[in-house]
């Protein structure tokens, strides 16, 4: 069973930067798509970023120009770089494989942007 540990989310304000990491257990992680996803008071859980097992990555257009995604199969962990930082990115973010049937999610990691 895959285990995914997020950490790096604090505190910013506006226009700052976080990066986010995402350490998962075994092995297979390599095998797979994974995402960023991120879920605000009241919202849906939405993907911010997603990164092929082979490195391609895709953005929706609220975080496009701002947020990289990045891999690192020999450390098992995948990274979320977020610069330009506004109040509407505030939000629980988690990482996961991509696809229907999701690892058990992690505790995820807290991001708050404000003044």
């Known amino acids: 069973q895959v285990q995914l540990v997020e950490s790096g989310g604090g505190l910013v304000q506006p226009g700052g930067s976080l990066r986010l990491s995402c350490a998962a257990s075994g092995s297979i992680f390599r095998l797979y798509n994974m995402g960023w996803y991120r879920q605000a008071p009241g919202k849906q859980r939405e993907l911010v970023a997603r990164i092929t097992f082979g490195g391609n990555t895709n953005y929706p257009d609220s975080v496009k120009g701002r947020f990289t995604i990045s891999r690192d199969n020999a450390k098992n962990t995948v990274y979320l770089q977020m610069n330009s930082l506004k109040p509407e990115d505030t939000a629980v973010y988690y990482c996961?494989?991509?696809?229907?049937?999701?690892?058990?999610w992690g505790q995820g990691t807290q991001v708050t942007v404000s003044s």
């Open positions: 996961n494989r991509e696809g229907s049937t999701p690892w058990p």
